[in-house]
């Protein structure tokens, strides 16, 4: 079986589910992981994983060694990393963009952006996961014949549909991310601000953990929401789906930071939209792409808190709303977003590559 060298510099963050279904999910190769830091390995558990050296000639060695016939960089900096690496082995490689390695702000200063043409010039192929993202990746001079649209899947064995009908007492609004500012999750709280002082007994669940957690906190207090908005830390994926199941609607307003951090499509609206909850969320990013307004859920426009307010009243408000959003919502993302069915797409790319470079 042939092998792929599968290039995470950090093995494997928690919010990177969705790598980690990709990866125990190839089947006609054997991915071999290359890392320069392991950590979360009880969550991530894998076989096979390497350390990175940092020369490229080290590199190259060891590639050799294990006889390597494709590289696959996980996000843009690895595949910067990575350039010397392929041109001393002429062997193929993917490089996969996900958000924050292709920023919306250009700076002359920064070396990895300066690397960037370089890469576009050296790789085969580069990944990303919308179609707003493949815009953005032109934008940066990548040619557009070496870009694939590949949507990050979930496994739908985890998070079995419910349909959502209408309740009487409290109803439960529930976010799920890493706790970092382009979650948009400040918004989130001033708009619940809004909605809990028309309706008192609707609850907020922020799941996850990060950096913002402090300034959440502080946040809640300032805001007297202690008493109805509750920050669960990060969970493992059975709880979270648990925690899904209980609630009502799915709320992720995501925003673009001033540093132009950005998000692809996140995973967590997936999950929500696999089980079954109305979405509300932002036009941001490949978003669009996941939710169609009035669809699966309701869109507004990013860093506006009262018109995020309004969408997440207006769907307490019409709860007869829930089941049918939710039905549209996991048929699409059996459709479009099953790791299974992406899985075979990228190994597609790994046969097409491996055989052109013979």
Same mark, same amino acid.
């Given at each position: ?15 990177? @589910?969705?790598?980690?279904? *990709?990866?125990?999910?190839? !089947?006609? &190769? ?15 558990? &894998? ?9 490229? @000639?080290?590199? $190259? ?7 390597? %016939?494709?590289?696959?960089?996980? &996000?843009?900096?690895? /595949? ?8 001393? +082995? ?22 990895? =952006? ?8 050296? #790789?085969?192929?580069? @990944? ?6 493949? !815009? =953005? ?30 309740? @009487? ?13 382009? !979650? ?23 799941? /996850?953990? /990060? ?10 207090? $300032? ?20 925690? +899904? ?7 992720l307003p995501s925003v673009t930071t001033n540093d132009g951090n950005h998000e692809g499509i996140p995973n967590a609206i997936k999950e929500a939209m696999a089980i079954g909850l109305p979405i509300v969320s932002t %036009?941001? #990013?490949?978003?669009? *792409? +996941? ?10 426009? *990013?860093?506006?808190v009262d018109m995020l307010a309004k969408k997440l009243k207006y769907l307490i408000e019409h709860p007869s709303l829930w089941k049918e959003m939710g039905s549209k919502g996991r048929e699409k993302v059996e459709n479009?977003?099953?790791? $299974? !069915? =992406?899985?075979?797409?990228?190994? $597609? ?7 052109? /470079?013979?």
């Amino acid at each position: 079986m042939k092998k792929i060298a599968f290039v995470r510099l950090r093995y494997l963050p928690p919010s990177e @589910t969705f790598i980690y279904e *990709e990866l125990k999910n190839i !089947k006609s &190769f054997e991915p071999i992981v290359f890392t320069r830091k392991k950590m979360n390995l009880n969550r991530f558990p &894998f076989s096979r994983i390497k350390r990175l050296p940092h020369k490229p @000639t080290h590199i $190259a060695r060891k590639f050799k060694e294990k006889k390597i %016939r494709l590289i696959h960089a996980r &996000f843009g900096n690895a /595949g910067v990393n990575l350039m010397g690496v392929k041109r001393r +082995l002429r062997i193929p490689m993917v490089t996969s963009f996900h958000g924050f390695d292709l920023p919306a702000k250009r700076s002359r200063h920064n070396t990895y =952006q300066r690397k960037l043409p370089m890469l576009f010039r050296i #790789g085969d192929i580069f @990944t990303v996961p919308s179609r707003q993202m493949e !815009k =953005q990746l032109i934008r940066w001079g990548c040619p557009g014949h070496k870009i694939r649209v590949m949507y990050s899947g979930i496994d739908l064995k985890k998070f079995a549909y419910v349909p959502r009908e209408s309740k @009487t007492g409290h109803i439960t609004i529930i976010a799920v991310g890493r706790l970092h500012k382009k !979650k948009g999750f400040r918004y989130l709280l001033h708009a619940f601000k809004k909605v809990h002082a028309k309706h008192p007994s609707v609850r907020l669940i922020i799941v /996850g953990d /990060g950096d913002e957690r402090g300034n959440l906190k502080r946040r809640i207090s $300032a805001l007297k929401l202690n008493k109805c908005v509750r920050l669960t830390g990060l969970v493992a994926h059975h709880q979270l789906s648990g925690l +899904l199941n209980r609630a009502d609607i799915f709320c992720l307003p995501s925003v673009t930071t001033n540093d132009g951090n950005h998000e692809g499509i996140p995973n967590a609206i997936k999950e929500a939209m696999a089980i079954g909850l109305p979405i509300v969320s932002t %036009r941001h #990013g490949g978003i669009p *792409e +996941l939710v169609t307004d009035g669809q699966e859920g309701l869109l507004v426009p *990013e860093k506006n808190v009262d018109m995020l307010a309004k969408k997440l009243k207006y769907l307490i408000e019409h709860p007869s709303l829930w089941k049918e959003m939710g039905s549209k919502g996991r048929e699409k993302v059996e459709n479009q977003f099953n790791s $299974a !069915k =992406q899985v075979r797409s990228l190994e $597609a790319i790994y046969k097409e590559l491996i055989r052109k /470079g013979k």
